[in-house]
Nanobody, 126 residues
Framework: VQLQASGGGLVHTGGSLRLSCAAS????????MGWYRQAPGKQRELVAI???????NYLDSLKGRFTISRDNAKNTMYLQMNSLKPEDTAVYYC?????????????????????WGQGTQVTVSS
């Protein structure tokens, strides 16, 4: 079982980053996938969802700035993050998602799945 997020780093406000998620086929294949983030002292939140067919859904506050995509042949998912803000600072994780139209307001999303791979730190300086 593999879920490896990468591509994080330190950027200034307004900068961009592209995150990648390498997943094992058992997790990725035919599944709706999502990007999550957890800021210090806060609960993990779901921020972007992509279906196996490429349909997408986003946390309202991120629409227009973040773009989720996937390459099914490579079992890889991406998150292009533009116009980054300090409030985007968090550890970003990838995992399956409960559904394309799942409520982003779910407070206990962290407990929906037993396995979470290593996240990647995104820090946006003001």
């Amino acid at each position: 079982v593999q879920l490896q997020a990468s591509g994080g780093g330190l950027v200034h406000t307004g900068g961009s980053l592209r995150l990648s998620c390498a997943a094992s086929g058992t997790i990725f294949s035919d599944n709706t996938m999502g990007w999550y983030r957890q800021a210090p002292g806060k609960q993990r939140e779901l921020v972007a969802i992509i279906s196996s067919g490429g349909r997408t859904n986003y946390l309202d506050s991120l629409k227009g700035r973040f773009t989720i995509s996937r390459d099914n042949a490579k079992n890889t998912m991406y998150l292009q993050m533009n116009s980054l803000k300090p409030e985007d600072t968090a550890v970003y994780y990838c995992n399956r998602a409960p559904g394309l139209w799942f409520q982003f307001s779910e407070k206990n999303i962290q407990y929906f799945y037993d396995f979470w791979g290593q996240g990647t730190q995104v820090t946006v300086s003001s």
